[in-house]
């Protein structure tokens, strides 16, 4: 389908996950292109500060996305205050490594909250009000690990591949409403989500900057196209995934040292990344567990 370019000039853009990383880069490109940025964070200081770096339009505020009912208060703020959010950006999110028999159930369902649970909110509570204006685009950030498995990250797989799966057929139900979802799907991005991970060489090399993601991710306005990778390439390369056998697949992780749950990694490096998963699990000392975690991609 063909779609009418989204205009930036004057829009009001929500960005979760906002204050860092990713979320940031996105938030500073729809800026610079003319939109009223939202950036809501878990962190509030930091999405306060975040905002005053965009310039006196830029607005921050504190959010744990994981809780349906602070999302819907924040956006009512953000709509009786600022205007109707035009462009939302579901960026936030959490990635806890491990084995799946070391994590906890808290844990894991931090995860489905923020990774997956946030996107479903934002549309229930955004997509009637966007269609009764006739306007509106979501972008969703969730992940080449929609699309792929991994050991040491089952629960942060599933979610992402519900999120990818969600997005695309809600897409589908927008069709001739004037609002439209994009799914965006980054491989490895250099943010505090990789801090403390040993990788091999190689590895290193397939590693991109939140930058790269946030160009794919704020031109997805151009033309609203259902799903875009970062790097280019990367839905190419995941479609082809599957056509391969798993015993090959086995064997290939086997030869390059990727048969592993990404441990060990540097707990100290990772610390204040895991620090924040307590807040949003309820689980004291999730910092110091096996359970790692992100305050957003």
Same mark, same amino acid.
């Given at each position: 389908?063909?779609?009418?370019?989204?205009?930036?000039?004057?829009?009001?853009?929500?960005?979760?996950?906002g204050a860092r990383g990713?979320?940031?880069?996105?938030? &500073?490109?729809?800026?610079?292109?003319?939109?009223?940025?939202?950036?809501?964070?878990?962190?509030?200081?930091?999405?306060?500060?975040?905002?005053?770096?965009?310039?006196?339009?830029?607005?921050?505020?504190?959010?744990?996305?994981?809780?349906?009912?602070?999302?819907?208060?924040?956006?009512?703020?953000?709509?009786?205050e600022i205007g109707p959010?035009?462009?939302?950006?579901?960026?936030?999110?959490?990635?806890?490594?491990?084995?799946?028999?070391?994590?906890? &159930?808290?844990?894991?369902?931090?995860?489905?909250?923020? =990774?997956?649970?946030?996107?479903?909110?934002?549309?229930?509570?955004?997509?009637?009000?966007?269609?009764?204006?006739?306007?509106?685009?979501?972008? =969703?950030?969730?992940?080449?690990?929609?699309?792929?498995?991994?050991?040491?990250?089952?629960?942060?797989?599933?979610?992402k591949h519900a999120a990818?799966?969600?997005? &695309?057929?809600?897409?589908?139900?927008?069709?001739?409403?004037?609002?439209?979802?994009?799914?965006?799907?980054?491989?490895?991005?250099?943010?505090?989500?990789?801090?403390?991970?040993?990788?091999?060489?190689?590895?290193?090399?397939?590693?991109?900057?939140?930058?790269?993601?946030?160009?794919?991710?704020?031109?997805?306005?151009?033309?609203?196209?259902?799903?875009?990778?970062?790097?280019?390439?990367?839905?190419?390369?995941?479609?082809?995934?599957?056509?391969?056998?798993?015993?090959?697949?086995?064997?290939?992780?086997?030869?390059?040292?990727?048969?592993?749950?990404?441990?060990?990694?540097? &707990?100290?490096?990772?610390?204040?990344?895991?620090?924040?998963?307590?807040?949003?699990?309820?689980?004291?000392?999730?910092?110091?567990?096996?359970?790692?975690?992100?305050?957003?991609?």
């Open positions: 389908m063909k779609f009418a370019e989204f205009p930036t000039s004057n829009a009001n853009a929500l960005v979760t996950g990713i979320g940031y880069s996105i938030a &500073r490109l729809l800026a610079e292109a003319g939109a009223r940025v939202v950036i809501a964070d878990l962190e509030e200081d930091a999405a306060v500060t975040a905002a005053r770096s965009l310039g006196s339009e830029a607005v921050g505020y504190g959010l744990d996305v994981g809780d349906p009912r602070a999302f819907a208060a924040l956006i009512d703020i953000v709509e009786s959010v035009d462009i939302m950006v579901n960026n936030a999110g959490i990635m806890p490594m491990g084995p799946l028999a070391d994590e906890s &159930r808290d844990i894991a369902e931090a995860t489905m909250r923020v =990774n997956f649970w946030a996107h479903y909110d934002s549309f229930r509570i955004l997509a009637p009000r966007m269609t009764a204006r006739g306007r509106g685009h979501f972008i =969703n950030i969730t992940s080449a690990a929609g699309a792929i498995h991994s050991p040491g990250l089952a629960t942060y797989v599933a979610a990818t799966g969600f997005g &695309r057929s809600a897409r589908e139900e927008l069709v001739g409403t004037g609002v439209t979802l994009s799914v965006v799907m980054p491989s490895a991005v250099r943010t505090e989500l990789v801090d403390g991970i040993r990788f091999s060489w190689w590895e290193r090399l397939g590693i991109i900057t939140p930058a790269t993601v946030a160009r794919r991710a704020v031109g997805t306005l151009r033309k609203r196209p259902a799903v875009v990778g970062a790097p280019l390439g990367t839905v190419v390369a995941l479609r082809l995934y599957h056509l391969v056998p798993e015993p090959i697949w086995l064997l290939g992780r086997r030869i390059v040292g990727a048969d592993r749950t990404l441990e060990p990694y540097d &707990r100290h490096a990772r610390a204040a990344y895991d620090g924040r998963i307590g807040r949003q699990s309820g689980e004291p000392g999730a910092g110091e567990s096996a359970d790692g975690a992100s305050s957003a991609d």
